[in-house]
């Protein structure tokens, strides 16, 4: 099974939209790949700058609502090929959360106490995830173990590499 | 103990329960369009697994990007048309035939009452008008519907939303759910149904109730839902006439789906709508909603009348109630793109198109395209569109462009004055 984790990209808002993460206008593409160099085009946060910050990344941490609107999964695949596997939020849009369990991507979510842990260890954050255990390390300033709760059916699509597979054998 | 519509009809479809909180259900129908349908076509053809469950419940239309716009959008044409002659889906809705996919299968009778629904679009939620559990997905959850006929769900809890009082002149769908978005907030209803009861939802047509369903997305629901009855069975009497001696015959027959008086309900909110004014967004979010007269003054460069959420008949009745024998603002581009070819040709007939014509407006053929700003009425960067869309979202119709949404009536009375204007003026 793959690795989660890297090092981490914070998006400090809530309500952050698939038409951020990937305008419409790119949907016209036919192949995964090419999405890679849009990710989070659109997306208005003081100082934040797609090309400059997302080289290195692995993990993204961020507030309420994330992947809203639009249940675009390219998405979920323009992280994917930007080789963002992992997206830690207080809460997720139903379709956007889905859609990482379904490709085989870890959507966590997190009571906003700990997510104000996460958003306070500082720039440099690698976070390692223990997907049986349900445990992320977050290596900041300092280091914290974090407990999630991912459900039975949402683990085994992970596990699976996601829908497809899981359903090809189960129906 | 009593069950809510939503449970009736997950009840009915059950397939299996792989965990306590997730169901897997049978579906009736699955639904695709050309944007997110052709990489699940070419991912299933690279697997070796290019296969259907069964063409008969698979309804295909490109619609977002129509007629093709580059060689791109052809390409994704080209990928859903061979797949659906090669699977032979005989109901797939081509140029010519092609209109906005919300607007167009429920046109079509193809959403029945008690029925699944999937696609890959958010807003598929507005079938829920038909008293249908239709719920928007992405690539692989289509994917897997087109190949096995499930979907998975997490079980979602129902809230009910209780519409009183009488809507007044001027006042429509649209300005009901962009305040009951509002009032929810964008994530207020994540995993729940919003089931819309009372008199206002029952003396709805059933073009106001998909404006209503459409747009429960927009606080997060899985779907929107409103109890199948006597309108729902005259709007499907056409393709279920075969299957009932009579309305009324239908009518008792929808009530299996109803919810019960003792069904659970994790939220309830009652909405007299009896003194509401209509509602304009501002911002970048749908839940950021003022009434029009606090907006009143806004100018704008374009006006959009079209889309799933109001494209249809009465939408466009509406706003050429305004429109009558003016001319739209010089300052202003006025785009009208009805939903559907049926929608264009009743336009047609009824004389709208010419009213929407002299009165400066461009009319397109049934598209999404501008909503999403992919094709025909992108904004340019600081232009301003008063919009009867659904989305509001920073550069949704175009980098940099801003979106106010709102009813046909404003859209159509802030294309006469060049800026936000209250319809109650115009009437």
């Known amino acids: ?171 | 103990m009593g069950k809510t519509i939503a449970e009736k009809i997950f009840a009915a479809h059950l397939r299996d329960t792989p965990s306590p909180e997730n169901v897997i259900l049978n579906l009736d129908v699955v639904l695709c369009h050309e944007i997110t349908t052709p990489i699940a076509i070419t991912d299933l053809e690279a697997r070796d697994m290019d296969r259907v469950f069964d063409p008969s419940k698979i309804k295909a239309v490109i619609d977002h990007v129509t007629p093709a716009k580059d060689s791109k959008t052809a390409m994704q044409g080209k990928i859903i048309r061979d797949w659906a002659r090669r699977h032979k889906i005989r109901d797939f809705f081509d140029i010519g035939a092609n209109g906005v996919c919300h607007a167009l299968f429920p046109e079509k009778g193809f959403i029945r009452p008690g029925y699944t629904v999937i696609m890959g679009d958010s807003h598929t939620c507005t079938h829920g008008a038909f008293g249908a559990f239709a719920a928007g997905v992405g690539t692989t959850d289509l994917e897997v519907g087109i190949l096995k006929g499930v979907c998975s769900f997490r079980i979602p809890e129902t809230m009910r939303i209780t519409i009183t009082g009488i809507l007044p002149d001027g006042v429509s769908a649209k300005d009901v759910i962009l305040f009951i978005i509002k009032e929810l907030t964008v994530n207020g209803a994540t995993d729940k149904v919003m089931e819309f009861v009372g008199p206002v939802v029952e003396a709805m047509s059933m073009e106001a109730r998909m404006t209503l369903c459409n747009m429960a997305i927009e606080a997060g629901a899985t779907c929107g839902i409103c109890l199948p009855d006597r309108v729902t069975a005259k709007y499907l009497w056409p393709f279920i006439k075969h299957r009932y001696a009579s309305i009324d015959l239908a009518v008792d027959d929808f009530l299996q789906w109803h919810s019960d008086p003792d069904a659970t309900y994790v939220q309830e909110m009652t909405l007299d709508v009896s003194r509401l004014a209509p509602q304009v967004t501002f911002g970048y979010k749908p839940d950021e909603v003022k009434s029009v007269v606090e907006m009143e003054g806004t100018p704008v460069d374009q006006v959009y009348i079209g889309s799933c959420t109001n494209g249809r008949i009465e939408d466009l009745r509406s706003a050429a109630r305004i429109l009558r024998g003016k001319k739209i603002a010089a300052n202003v581009r006025g785009i009208l793109s009805p939903a559907t070819p049926k929608v264009y040709s009743q336009a047609l007939e009824e004389g709208l198109i010419a009213i929407f014509m002299e009165a400066g407006f461009c009319v397109t053929n049934p598209t999404c395209g501008a909503c999403l700003g992919m094709s025909n009425g992108v904004l340019a960067e600081g232009e301003i569109c008063a919009s009867t869309t659904n989305r509001n979202f920073n550069g949704r119709m175009g980098k940099g462009g801003i979106v106010h949404l709102m009813s046909p009536l404003t859209a159509a009375a802030t294309a006469v004055q060049g800026h936000i204007t209250d319809p109650r003026k115009l009437l």
């Not at chain 1, 593409?29 to 700058?49: C, M, R, S, V």
């Not at chain 1, 859609?99 to 954050?125: H, Q, S, W």
């Not at chain 1, 997907?131 to 977050?138: D, I, K, N």
Request: hydrophobic share 40%; with cysteine; net charge negative.
């Open chain 1, 1 to 171: 099974m793959k690795e989660f984790g890297g090092k981490a990209l914070f998006l400090d808002r809530n309500d952050i939209n698939t038409d951020e993460i990937i305008p419409a206008k790119y949907l016209t593409e036919n192949t995964k790949l090419a999405l890679q160099p849009y990710i989070l085009e659109d997306l208005k946060l003081g100082g934040f700058d797609p090309r400059r910050d997302i080289e290195g990344k692995g993990v993204i941490i961020t507030r309420a609502n994330f992947g809203c609107g639009s249940s675009r999964e390219h998405a979920v695949w323009v992280f994917e090929v930007n080789d963002i596997n992992v997206v830690i939020a207080e809460s997720f849009a139903r379709i956007f959360r889905q859609n990482m369990y379904n490709c085989g991507m870890l959507a966590i979510e997190l009571p906003k106490r700990d997510i104000e842990t996460l958003f306070g260890l500082g720039e440099a954050v690698e976070i390692t995830v223990d997907l049986a255990g349900c445990t992320l390390t977050a290596q900041g300033d300092k280091k914290v173990v974090i407990p999630f709760i991912l459900n039975e059916f949402d683990k085994n699509l992970v596990k699976a590499g996601g829908w497809l597979a899981y359903a090809d054998k189960n129906y």
